[in-house]
């Protein structure tokens, strides 16, 4: 069941109710006026921005090459061939 948030247009407040799509509106818990109105619930918005079909198909692709170039920038930073000699972990400054 969706969670909706309602506001009560007789004392203002907002509240959240699970509740099915076909059901009336909940009365307010704050006044128990029926004269409630369904908000844009930031749950559904979570929701739908989590969804699969936001997901990159190559995110994962380019998070792999992004490890592959930090390894590597890393390996440089460490080798001692920048100072003029060899290094066996790289192959050494050319
Ligand atoms: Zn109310």
Do not use: W
């Amino acid at each position: 069941m969706p969670l909706f948030e309602y506001e009560c247009e007789k004392c203002g407040a907002q509240f959240e109710e699970l509740v099915a799509l076909e059901a009336p509106a909940p009365v307010c818990p704050e006044c128990s006026s029926s004269a409630t109105r369904k908000l844009i619930s930031a749950t559904t918005i979570h929701f739908e921005a989590a969804s699969p079909l936001d997901r990159k198909p190559d995110a994962k692709v380019q998070q792999n090459v992004q490890k592959a170039m930090k390894r590597k920038a890393v390996a440089a930073a460490a080798c001692p061939g920048k100072a003029g000699g060899g290094c066996s972990g790289c192959g050494g400054a050319r």
